[in-house]
C-alpha cells in the first residue's frame, strides 16, 4: 500500500484526530419535560453542543420514561442508557459513604448543610468517580420531611403506619427499622398509587418532591421535622465519558458543574416556595413537643449508629463528618460571644 493511502485510511478513521467523532450521551430523569430541572439540563447540554462543534451531544429522556432510579442503573449497565439525573440512595452501592448526609437528624438547618456540603462535596464526588460514575457537583433535593394522611408528631406513632421507604435505598430502610417500622418498599412511580389505594399512607419527602410527584394530593399533614438531608447527582458512566477527548471532557465538566451550582441553589428556593404552596393546599404543619423531639432524636442516634455496624457507611466519614459539624458550632460560638 502506498503511503499517501495509508494516511489518508488513518485521517479517515480518526487515527490522527482520537475521539473527534460525535458523541451523543443518552441520559434519564425522573424530571417532567419543562421543569426547572430539566430546562437547566439541556441548556447546558445546548452550550456544550456549540462550544464542542457537535461532537459532544445529550439525548434526555425525562418524566421517568426510562423507569425509576433502579431501572435507569439497570440501562445503564447494559448500554442501553449512558447517565442519568437519580438520587443519591440508589447510587450508594457505587460509593457507600454517600449516604452520610442522608443520615436521620444530623442537619438542623440550612447553615450546618452549607458549611460540611463545602467541606465534604469534592469527596462524594472523588468516591462516585473511582465508583465507576462521574458526577457534575451535588444538587440539594432538600429536607424531608413525614408527609401524612393523619396527624404524625410522635416517632412511636410511626408503628401503627404504612411507611413508604424507596425500594433501591438500603440506608433508608435500614433507618425506618430503626424507628421499630415495617416499611413498604415502593419505586418511587409507584408511590402516589400506593397513596391513592392506601396501600401506604405516609411518605417522607421534600415539598418540592411532593409536588412534582403529585403526592401531595394525597397527603394532609406534615410533621415539622427535617429528617433527613437529600440530594441528587446527574453522572454519566465513567468508561463512556472517559472516551471523549481530555478537551471535551474538561468541557463537559465545566459546563456541567456550572450548570448543577445553578440548580443546587435553585432548588433550595424552590422548596422555600413549596413548603408554602403546601401550606396553601390545606395542608397542616404541625411541630412535635420539645419531649416529642427529643424522642425523634434518641431513636436518630441509634439509626446513624446502626448504619455504621451494618456497613452502610463507614466509622471513618462519620467521624469526619461530626468534626466538621462540631467545628461549625464551636465558629458560630465563638461569632456570638464577641
Known amino acids: 500500500m502506498k503511503k499517501s493511502t495509508a ?28 421543569s426547572a430541572w430539566m430546562n437547566a439540563m439541556k441548556g447546558g447540554a445546548k452550550e456544550i453542543k456549540q462550544r464542542s462543534e457537535g461532537r459532544v451531544k445529550f439525548k434526555f429522556y425525562p418524566g421517568g420514561v426510562m423507569g425509576d432510579d433502579k431501572a435507569v442503573l439497570k440501562k445503564i449497565r447494559i448500554r442501553q442508557l449512558h447517565g442519568g439525573a437519580l438520587m443519591a440512595g440508589s447510587l450508594s452501592k457505587f460509593y457507600a459513604d454517600s449516604q452520610i448526609y442522608n443520615s436521620p437528624l444530623v442537619f438542623k438547618n440550612f447553615n450546618e448543610v452549607d458549611y460540611v456540603r463545602a467541606k465534604m462535596d469534592q469527596k462524594i464526588i472523588d468516591g462516585f468517580e473511582k465508583g465507576g460514575f462521574v458526577s457534575f457537583g451535588l444538587a440539594e433535593a432538600g ?12 416517632s412511636a406513632d410511626l408503628k401503627q403506619r404504612k411507611v413508604w421507604a424507596p425500594s ?22 409507584d408511590v402516589l398509587a400506593g397513596l391513592q389505594t392506601g396501600i401506604i399512607d405516609t411518605v417522607a419527602v421534600s415539598p418540592i418532591g411532593a409536588l412534582a410527584l403529585q403526592w401531595h394530593t394525597q397527603i394532609k399533614h406534615i410533621t415539622d421535622i427535617p429528617l433527613m438531608y437529600t440530594y441528587a447527582l446527574f453522572v454519566l458512566e465513567k468508561k463512556a465519558f472517559y472516551r471523549l477527548s481530555d478537551n471535551d471532557q474538561a468541557l463537559v465538566r465545566e459546563v456541567m458543574t456550572k450548570t448543577f451550582t445553578k440548580i443546587d441553589k435553585q432548588n433550595r428556593q424552590d422548596n422555600i416556595a413549596a413548603l408554602k404552596a403546601l ?32 456497613g452502610e457507611v463507614s466509622s471513618e466519614i462519620m467521624e469526619e463528618f461530626l468534626l466538621h459539624l462540631d467545628a461549625f458550632h464551636s465558629q458560630q460560638a465563638s461569632t456570638l460571644s464577641e
Open 7 to 34: 494516511l489518508a485510511l488513518l485521517l479517515l478513521f480518526g487515527y490522527c484526530a482520537p475521539n473527534s467523532y460525535a458523541t451523543t450521551f443518552k441520559v434519564a430523569s425522573l424530571s417532567p419535560s419543562g
Open 143 to 154: 429536607f424531608a420531611y413525614a408527609m401524612s394522611k393523619t396527624p404524625l408528631t410522635n
Open 168 to 189: 433501591d435505598d438500603k440506608a433508608s430502610l435500614e433507618i425506618i427499622r430503626t424507628y421499630g417500622i415495617t416499611p413498604i418498599p415502593l419505586a418511587i412511580p
Open 279 to 310: 401550606q396553601n393546599q390545606d395542608i397542616t404543619i404541625t411541630a412535635p413537643s420539645e419531649a416529642e423531639q427529643a424522642a425523634w432524636n434518641t431513636k436518630a442516634k441509634l439509626a446513624a449508629k446502626n448504619l455504621i455496624e451494618s
